[in-house]
């Protein structure tokens, strides 16, 4: 099927940082989220329209959200201070990158395994985990692909399991995390219903997750767009250009989006490998 998606470039949203299942596919790219999959690429000199690999059924059901279709990322770029030449640049280099409404588990894991690490670093270990745990399935094609395991399916994986995965230190956080989640310790489900700062702090429960990996949960799992992660990229950014600081109340429910255009602008300032992550 085709459809017409304003403000979205593939590329643009697989290196930000914020999904590591996204991987470049013929003129596309493939997309496995949860347990579902996905292949995507634009229609030639045409504009917005994008040609995909499911159903109506399913576009409507599924990927029409998790590509943020409801927002207007083109009334966000609008309502940039006109006299802000920094963040309207930076909207202009990322003005293809909508924020992905995720899964809050598949969010919670992958960025622990993102501390101190490098966007394809992330997507092998995220793979190496999946391949291991998740249910197999079978893409269009007849193509095996893995579903991300849920709590269920990893709570007999041991730290040394985790390990083997590469994910060094971050394997005790992670097996940690499915041990609270497993036992009832900690409530994905409550999560849901908490605000921006009370759901924030939540995350900070688990073991290993700080305030920048609970920021990032909150953005690209709960979908609060007022969250503002910050990393050193934003952390350089927002001295450099914001010194009495970043200008939120003007922004609000905008800030996350904002977030998303500086990072990609500052990862191409600083000749950085598209992806990596500070």
Not at 2 to 10: A, G, V
Not at 143 to 157: G, H, M, N
Not at 173 to 191: D, H, K, P, Q
Request: hydrophobic share 35%.
């Amino acid at each position: 099927m085709e459809c017409r998606i304003p403000d979205m470039d593939l590329e643009q949203i697989a290196a930000s940082g914020q999904c590591f299942r996204m991987e470049p596919k013929g003129r596309g790219y493939c997309v496995t989220a949860g347990a579902r999959y996905l292949e995507i690429e634009k229609e030639e000199d045409t504009g917005d329209l994008f040609r995909l690999s499911c159903s109506q059924e399913e576009w409507d059901c599924f990927w029409r959200g998790y590509f943020d279709l409801e927002t207007d990322y083109g009334a966000a770029k609008a309502a940039i201070d006109p006299e802000d030449g920094y963040l309207k640049a930076a909207a202009e280099k990322g003005w293809g990158i909508r924020i992905l409404r995720q899964d809050l588990w598949e969010m919670i894991l992958t960025f622990i395994i993102s501390q101190r690490n490098n966007i394809p670093r992330i997507r092998r270990c995220t793979e190496l985990l999946c391949r291991r745990w998740g249910k197999k399935m079978e893409n269009f094609r007849g193509e095996e692909y893995f579903a991300f395991p849920q709590p269920e399916d990893l709570a007999e994986a041991s730290e040394e399991d985790f390990r083997a995965c590469n994910l060094g230190y971050r394997a005790g956080y992670i097996r940690e995390t499915v041990r609270m989640v497993n036992a009832g310790e900690f409530s994905l489900e409550r999560l849901l219903d908490l605000e921006h700062e009370e759901a924030r702090d939540a995350l900070m429960e688990l073991k290993g997750v700080g305030i920048k990996v609970a920021e990032c949960v909150c953005l690209f799992g709960l979908h609060h767009m007022e969250a503002f992660p910050v990393d050193t990229h934003i952390a350089q950014a927002l001295k450099n250009h914001y010194p009495q600081g970043f200008p939120f109340e003007r922004y609000g429910s905008l800030s996350g989006i904002l977030q998303q255009y500086i990072f990609f602008y500052e990862l191409g300032k600083n000749g950085k490998e598209p992806g990596k992550k500070g």
